[in-house]
């Protein structure tokens, strides 16, 4: 595998709404990465405004505010098992989050194939020091954010963010509604898609990320 640099975002570089769908990406792939902490928990329980009615009016809003509710109910540590038991799992997880099995039944199968041709086509690839595959949906979340905001091209252009969404991401919208946690995290994922007119105020925009954790600039 070549040697990679990490890939990052220039959120004051690009408009409000698009900087604020890189915040959702972002705190996309965080929860499907790991589950969150306690910290993480309050704070997006505590992000919830009931000030902004106007942001109950979209569907994101709403989402977003369903979901934090959830936060504020949950213990870390039933969240950590619950995590789990839905991604990981002893024999078979209940949600495998690999683009691959859910558009062609197997992993590791043409579908990741096809998406390493389309991260090479973009400038990018799976780092060389991490072995989760390219296909993870945390992964097509980072992806995500840094085509919506990333500080180098092809990135900030919409019709490649349309195109990678489409492709890679919208067979996994249908795999979360197997869990109830996760149901509420494919609807702000589906809220949040490309289309989405409106994005809050609040909601992620309080939240830090990372990026490059599987993804970065292939050299």
Not at 20 to 32: C, S
Request: net charge neutral.
């Amino acid at each position: 595998m070549s040697a990679t640099t990490p890939i990052a975002v220039d959120l004051a570089g690009v408009a409000p709404e698009d900087a604020a769908r890189a915040r959702w990406y972002g705190l996309f792939a965080t929860l499907f990465r790991a589950p969150p902490s306690a910290q993480w928990l309050a704070a997006i329980a505590s992000s919830r405004s009931d000030e902004e009615p106007d942001d109950e009016a979209s569907p994101l809003g709403r989402a977003w505010n369903d979901f934090a509710r959830a936060c504020a109910q949950a213990d870390a540590e039933a969240v950590r098992e619950e995590f789990d038991t839905a991604f990981i799992g002893v024999a078979k997880a209940d949600v495998i989050p690999y683009a691959s099995y859910h558009l062609s039944g197997f992993l590791n199968d043409r579908p990741l194939v096809e998406l390493r041709e389309h991260l090479a086509g973009l400038g990018l690839a799976r780092r060389a020091d991490i072995g989760e595959t390219e296909d993870h949906l945390s992964a097509l979340c980072e992806t995500m954010a840094w085509l919506i905001a990333g500080d180098a091209g092809p990135a900030r252009d919409f019709a490649a963010q349309r195109a990678f969404f489409a492709r890679f991401l919208g067979a996994l919208l249908r795999v979360a509604r197997r869990h109830d946690r996760a149901q509420r995290r494919h609807r702000l994922l589906q809220a949040c898609r490309p289309a989405a007119a409106r994005v809050p105020r609040g909601g992620a925009a309080g939240l830090r990320f990372r990026l490059s954790v599987t993804i970065a600039h292939q050299e």
